[in-house]
Structures are given as structure tokens and as C-alpha cells.
């Protein structure tokens, strides 16, 4: 059984796709969320083997969901499926982790086809964008997502932490790399999240890896 999770901000997107898919003996829709930063938090907990990822939502959409998928959860396969066939969006998407690239007009038939064979691993590109996954992505286009404004709270060594977290470094690793005690690098943790308002690591870390870059 393919145990799917559906990522989008229109419900009745989300209701179509799981009156779709759950026609198929060999699918299970086993989620569903409005936005990245929602997918994220559920998947944590319910680790689908095939996650459909819409591209423009509010909060967190879904380029940035997608890489925070393959860094934190390299397990989960994610398929994106938009309206959106723009150049940068493919090849931004593909390359951050995305195991398939389809438009929401998509036949039905083929859209079960595409999750068969990216829930063995093979990688499904729609008609006509396998030229645009190859597309170097326009980096002048592209600009920083601001920070919030409680990261200006941090302190530069607070700011060190959430580099290391947001590298995959555990508490161990970051005492290490900065010559402290682990219970002084928890205590940094803590902060971080109070000062941040998040609930773990795994949200510091998609924030510092998804939202801006930090030197």
C-alpha cells in the first residue's frame, strides 16, 4: 500500500485528488495540508511514502517544503503537482529533492502511473519539462526571503547553533565544533525556540535552510 500525503492550499483540490486516488486499490490518502509549513509538522509524525506537493501556498510553498523534506526526511518521496510549469519552478523543484515534476491536468491514470514509479524510486517528468528540469535556475530573479524579526533577538553565538541545527548537527556535534557542553548547547536550543517561537528543531532548521541563509 502506497500511503500518500497531499499538500495544498485549495480543500477542494485536496478533496478531487483524494477522491481520485483512493480508487486505487494500492493507494491510501493518509493526510493533508494547506501549506509547507503544516506538511511538515504532520509528516514528522505520520511518514508517508509519497507526499503530493503543490508549488504556490502561503506561509511555505512548496520549493522550500520540498528541500526541507529531503533534508530532514530523505525517505519520503515528493512529487510536485501544480498548474505552475515555469522554468526556474522545475528546475528549483527537481533539484532540491523533488522526485517528480506533473501539471495539475495531469489524466488521472497517469498521475497513479507517476506515483508508482516514484514510490520505487524512479524520477516522472511531465510532457515537454524535462528540457525545463535542466534549466539553470535564474539567479538574479531570486531574492532572499527576509528573516523574522525576533531572528534579530539572537545572539551571534545563538546564531552559530541554528547554523550548526539547521546543517543536521546534533547536540553532541555542536558542543563539539564549538567548545561547549552539551548542557550549555541545550540550553542555547531552548532559546533559540522561545525567542524564535517554535515548537523543535526541525522547525529552526527548515526556517535557517528555507526562509534565508545564514553566514
Do not use: W
Not at 493507494?27 to 503544516?38: D, L, S, T
Not at 530532514?72 to 528549483?92: G, H, I, N, S, W
Not at 534579530?152 to 543536521?168: C, D, K, M, P, Y
Not at 517561537?197 to 522547525?203: A, C, H, K
Amino acid at each position: 500500500m502506497i500511503r500518500i500525503f497531499l499538500v495544498d492550499d485549495q480543500a477542494i483540490i485536496r478533496q478531487g485528488l483524494r477522491s481520485l486516488l483512493e480508487c486505487n486499490p494500492d493507494m491510501e490518502i493518509i493526510g493533508e495540508a494547506e501549506n509547507g509549513k503544516r506538511a511538515i509538522e504532520q509528516i514528522s509524525m505520520l511518514q508517508p511514502d509519497v507526499v503530493l506537493m503543490d508549488i504556490r501556498m502561503p506561509v511555505m510553498d512548496g520549493v522550500a517544503a520540498t528541500q526541507a523534506l529531503a533534508q530532514q526526511y530523505p525517505q519520503t518521496k515528493v512529487l510536485v503537482l501544480t498548474t505552475f510549469d515555469d522554468d526556474d519552478y522545475v528546475a528549483q523543484s527537481m533539484r532540491l529533492g523533488a522526485k517528480g515534476y506533473l501539471l495539475k491536468d495531469t489524466e488521472p491514470e497517469e498521475l497513479a502511473l507517476a506515483i508508482r514509479a516514484v514510490y520505487k524510486g524512479h524520477t516522472q517528468l511531465g510532457p515537454g519539462l524535462f528540457e525545463k528540469a535542466l534549466t539553470p535556475i535564474s539567479t538574479p530573479a531570486q531574492k532572499p526571503i527576509a528573516p523574522p524579526p525576533e531572528f534579530a533577538q539572537l545572539t551571534h553565538r545563538e546564531r552559530e547553533v541554528l547554523r550548526l541545527i539547521a546543517s543536521g548537527a546534533n547536540n553532541r556535534e555542536i558542543a563539539q565544533a564549538l567548545y561547549l557542553s552539551e548542557n550549555t548547547v541545550k540550553n542555547y536550543v531552548t532559546s533559540i525556540l522561545s525567542r524564535l517561537n517554535l515548537r523543535d528543531r526541525t522547525q529552526a532548521a527548515i526556517l535557517a535552510n528555507s526562509l534565508f541563509k545564514i553566514n
